[in-house]
């Protein structure tokens, strides 16, 4: 492990165990790459100086758990970038959650770590006239998706840390990130946001960013970076599957006809079946009248809805970890062995696998940190689940993956999709006794919009930025799809769908 030191964007020293390391640059970015030509095999740490005494050692080693880890910690309460990135991006990695270790794409040149022959596959695609903090967030935004895993690590640093500068909003850094990491649309979208809710005119940072191009980085860039964590997911192996399910019994059939012939066979299958009709029973008859090589439990409900389902399989779970599944998926006898065999090795407790319809394209062939959350394709550690669960507010809208998701995240763990195995996903049609849901905002004279569990999902996961964003997107989107062209009377009838929505996504929240 090397260290290097810095202070006020200058070299202090850099230090190979109790050695000192002479350099010849004092741009921090620079030296970084220069001693990770002299050290491939490093783990390469940055530190600011005043925060010598706190860096935690104890700590690297697990928290560089293999090599395609980047991360880092900010001491300050805003960001590089200020919190206006929220107008641009809607995604989990914004909303930063900073006592626990959080996937991010925000780094901070405050403290941090990359091992060097990772970071060496990026030397050919940087400018290293860029500022260290521009660097590392460039570096992190273009290299996640391609399977570079990136955190917000608070246990970088340990005891009471001295206060640091606090980051001034640069609206030039910001606009050129955005112009080279995004569609230029955003520019413009950015623009406006700042003036529509903070009242800003930024015109100058806006038109000097359109001298900028879009950086790329080739798909395939981290492919030769070798991964093997060294930390401990996986002891005995047990694992249980979850399947709700609601007038589908031929297709369930074929699931746990699939599941009988997993080379790592589970060790329960619990069905929650539902069915709305009281003086119905169970059709479910091939689960007692033939031998399957794991334990069923079947649970028969008259209380529909997948969320429900699900928490009543999950308070069922004992093995070590659960595979949530559907009714209508069909996968190989692999599945189960080779998705736990990338769990261990990327050393991740929540995966969601490629879920792919009849006909679809996967364009997906790296392991990266997911966005989404699938709740029929997705494997988790059972210790999370006193964590987590299905939030009832979402009980037959949309999101409750997502929430599902956000909740694993805000307990410190991340959710990586794996490309392979593949999870074929039927999207069956629905069984013969399922009902529409009658919603509480069916009948009113304004519709929400957005959908009130939509509105509950932005509410409890997204910042006040990233809603607004959100909002001016809906607004020009919507406009082109609904009957009401005159500009001004569809903004006032917007402003009513969007107060309507607050008000039902509030009431949702009662029933989490």
Same mark, same amino acid.
């Given at each position: ?8 964007? @200058? ?11 002479? =350099? ?24 600011? =100086? ?7 050692? /104890? ?9 395609? %880890?980047? *991360? ?10 200020? +919190? ?6 809607? /995604?989990?990695?914004?909303?930063? @959650? !900073? ?16 091992? *060097? ?23 992190? !935004? ?12 608070? &246990? ?74 060294? $930390?401990? #997911? ?19 059939? +074929? ?11 589970? $060790? ?16 479910? +008859? ?76 996967? %364009? ?6 997911? #966005? ?28 409750? +993956? ?12 991340? #959710?990586?999709? =794996? ?60 406009? &082109? ?10 903004? @006032?009838?917007? @402003? ?8 039902? *996504? ?7």
């Amino acid at each position: 492990m090397i260290v290097i030191y810095h202070q006020n964007n @200058k070299i202090v020293n850099v230090e190979h165990g109790a050695e000192s390391l002479n =350099f010849s640059q004092k741009d921090i970015t620079k030296t970084l790459f220069e001693v990770a030509v002299s050290f491939p095999d490093e783990l390469l740490i940055w530190c600011q =100086f005043d925060l010598k005494s706190n860096l935690n050692f /104890s700590a690297i080693s697990e928290i560089f758990h293999h090599h395609k %880890i980047l *991360a880092s910690f900010n001491l300050s309460e805003k960001t590089f970038l200020s +919190d206006a990135i929220g107008y641009v991006e809607v /995604s989990p990695f914004i909303n930063i @959650k !900073k006592e626990i270790n959080y996937p991010t794409w925000q780094m901070s040149g405050s403290v941090g770590g990359i091992y *060097a022959s990772t970071l060496l596959t990026f030397k050919k695609l940087y400018k290293t006239a860029d500022s260290f903090e521009y660097f590392l967030n460039s570096l992190a !935004k273009l290299a996640m998706p391609n399977g570079l895993l990136c955190y917000s690590e608070p &246990r970088l640093l340990i005891g009471t840390c001295n206060k640091i500068k606090e980051h001034k909003s640069n609206f030039f850094y910001l606009f050129r990130f955005v112009k080279q990491h995004y569609k230029t649309r955003w520019i413009f979208l950015l623009l406006l946001n700042l003036f529509l809710y903070e009242r800003k005119v930024a015109f100058f940072p806006f038109l000097l960013s359109l001298f900028y191009s879009k950086r790329k980085f080739e798909n395939n860039l981290l492919a030769n970076i070798k991964v093997q964590s060294t $930390k401990k #997911v996986l002891e005995t192996g047990t694992i249980d599957v979850i399947i709700p399910t609601i007038g589908r019994k031929q297709y369930l059939y +074929d699931v746990l006809k699939d599941l009988s012939v997993q080379t790592h066979l589970p $060790k329960n299958v619990i069905i929650v079946e539902q069915n709305t009709n009281l003086e119905s029973v169970s059709e479910l +008859d091939y689960l007692t009248n033939q031998s399957w090589p794991f334990s069923i439990k079947h649970t028969f409900t008259h209380q529909a809805g997948a969320c429900n389902a699900r928490n009543v399989a999950l308070s069922q779970v004992k093995s070590e970890w659960v595979f949530l599944n559907d009714d209508d998926n069909r996968f190989e006898p692999q599945l189960i062995s080779e998705t736990l065999k990338n769990c261990v090795q990327f050393g991740s407790k929540v995966a969601s696998n490629s879920y792919l319809k009849k006909n679809e394209k996967k %364009i997906d062939n790296n392991v990266y940190q997911a #966005v989404f959350f699938g709740s029929g394709n997705s494997f988790i550690a059972s210790s999370l689940l006193k964590k987590v669960s299905f939030g009832m507010g979402f009980e037959f809208g949309y999101g409750e +993956d997502s929430d599902f998701g956000m909740q694993l995240r805000n307990s410190g763990e991340d #959710v990586l999709f =794996f490309p392979n195995p593949e999870i074929l996903h039927l999207s069956a049609p629905i069984g013969g006794f399922r009902t529409k849901p009658v919603l509480a905002w069916q009948n009113e004279i304004i519709q929400p919009k957005p959908s009130p569990t939509i509105m509950l999902f932005n509410q409890l996961h997204l910042t006040k930025k990233q809603i607004n964003g959100y909002k001016t997107i809906l607004f020009f989107k919507f406009y &082109r799809v609904q009957t009401i062209k005159n500009p001004i009377k569809y903004l @006032k009838n917007f @402003k009513k769908q969007w107060k309507q929505s607050l008000h039902w *996504a509030n009431e949702l929240k009662n029933k989490r």
